[in-house]
């Protein structure tokens, strides 16, 4: 199983639609968890951090299930411009472990 | 510019050959990570500095990667012998520390091995 796993899409979706995503790990004693975007070709940019309560930054809301460990990303309201890879990162902790999933692809399409 | 800086941004080479990529972190970052990212595929840990640590090499693929950081600053990766299967984007990212989980990310050197 890998350590972090996500549904590579694509999610094609209109405008002004919500989307969600989710992502999986294996490792229970993950500590911190991140959701990156990647734009075609481009690097990889840090989007929100995943907070055990939830967060919501704008049109975008994070949260965490430890239980069943998983985290979420929805989106709502979608824009053209939200066309992108969005990315799971998990931190294991004892020194660098940070682990991306291979990304769920999003096209916000008119 | 105050970013992470990577060079060559594009390389091709003959297989066999070797290379050295390059990567500038942001002033002040004491952590340096090496990933690469084939088409489509999502990122894999190369290496990773943090000060004057030991490097945590456990994600070089092979004895023909290697890697070093010079003063704390600039890294290089150098990979020898260079194999078709090299071929990927290798991106340098640097951050404040560990844990932080915000890493600023190069804008990666690709690379073609023929």
């Known amino acids: 199983r890998k350590e972090v796993e996500q549904d590579p899409g694509p999610f094609n979706v209109p405008e002004g639609a919500t989307v969600a995503f989710n992502c999986t790990y294996s490792n229970s004693a993950s500590q911190s968890f991140f959701w990156y975007r990647q734009d075609c070709r481009k690097e990889p940019k840090l989007l929100m951090s995943v907070y055990s309560s939830g967060n919501e930054d704008g049109r975008f809301t994070a949260q965490l299930n430890r239980a069943s460990q998983y985290i979420s990303l929805l989106i709502r309201d979608s824009k053209l411009s939200d066309s992108a890879t969005y990315l799971c990162v998990v931190f294991t902790g004892g020194g660098n472990k940070l682990t991306f999933g291979t990304g769920t692809q999003l096209k916000v399409e008119l | 510019g105050a970013g992470v800086s990577q060079s060559p941004s594009n390389k091709v080479t003959e297989k066999g050959k070797d290379v050295e990529l390059r990567c500038d972190p942001i002033?002040?970052?004491?952590?340096l990570y090496w990933y690469r990212q084939s088409l489509g595929q999502g990122l894999e840990f190369l290496i990773y500095?943090?000060?004057?640590?030991?490097?945590?090499k456990s994600g070089l693929p092979s004895d023909r990667f290697s890697a070093e950081r010079t003063g704390g600053s600039v890294s290089t990766l150098t990979i020898q012998r260079t194999q078709q299967e090299d071929s990927a984007v290798y991106l340098c990212a640097s951050s404040l520390g560990v844990g932080t989980g915000e890493l600023f990310f190069g804008e990666g050197s690709r690379l073609t091995v023929l």
């Open positions: 500095f943090q000060g004057n640590s030991a490097p945590d």
């Open positions: 002033s002040g970052h004491t952590a």
